[in-house]
């Protein structure tokens, strides 16, 4: 099952502008990721959140994580063309062994 | 540094056959996990290996299974395919365990017909 539910699905804006997505979780986690995967590819590591940590940033994207909510949030500031791809949390629950992925969400950036 | 590499990347196979897959971690990892994702879905947990005993199993048949070589290498095996094992899987490597960063391979494609 899935333990992350990105939202929106799919989300198409133009270069530029910034990009939101968000992750709801269901149990306690020591992380949470966020991971991008161009379509058809291997999945590539952006950011990760520490369960103890409210906002990071790398770059252009900054993560906030609200525990009492279950929920983070991926900015993508002044998004690209080249920014084109699904985007995917995942979750490292306290209780697991494994890391949980949610369903993405599909980000066009037209030029 | 090579990556996580992967083979076969494509392949057809026909239902009731039997297939394996091969995953080559990044020198010095020690971890490796197996996902299986359908086309327009996340990426779902099979297996994960570390210092070569499984140490986690997701939610798959027994046709599924898999195992880690003493260089760390690993292969996942799935018996008796059926059309809905068509998918891409993926393998990812980590230093220390699933608790921080996955490099993953670029995936096999399976098709089953």
């Known amino acids: 099952s899935q333990q992350g539910e990105e939202d929106p699905q799919a989300l198409s804006i133009q270069e530029g502008e910034n990009a939101t997505m968000n992750c709801s979780y269901k149990t306690s986690i020591n992380n949470l990721q966020w991971y991008r995967q161009n379509s058809g590819r291997g999945l590539v590591h952006l950011i990760l959140?520490?369960?103890?940590?409210r906002e990071k940033h790398s770059g252009r994207l900054r993560v906030t994580l609200d525990t009492s909510k279950k929920s983070s949030s991926l900015l993508i500031t002044a998004s690209r063309a080249a920014d084109t791809a699904s985007y995917f949390c995942?979750?490292?629950?306290?209780?697991?062994?494994?890391?949980?992925f949610g369903e993405g969400t599909q980000l066009t950036v037209n030029p | 540094d090579a990556g996580v590499t992967q083979s076969p990347t494509h392949l057809i196979k026909t239902r009731g056959q039997q297939v394996t897959l091969r995953c080559s971690p990044i020198?010095?990892?020690?971890?490796v996990s197996w996902y299986q994702q359908v086309l327009g879905q996340g990426p779902q947990f099979i297996f994960q290996y570390y210092e070569k005993e499984e140490r986690g199993r997701g939610n798959f048949p027994d046709r599924f299974s898999a195992r880690q070589f003493p260089n760390y290498s690993s292969e996942l095996n799935v018996n008796a395919l059926l059309l809905g094992d068509s998918a891409l899987y993926l393998c990812a490597s980590s230093l220390l365990g699933i608790t921080g960063e996955l490099f993953f391979g670029e995936g096999s494609r399976l098709t089953v017909l």
């Open positions: 959140i520490r369960s103890n940590e």
């Open positions: 995942a979750t490292d629950a306290t209780s697991g062994s494994r890391l949980t």
């Open positions: 020198s010095g990892h020690k971890s």
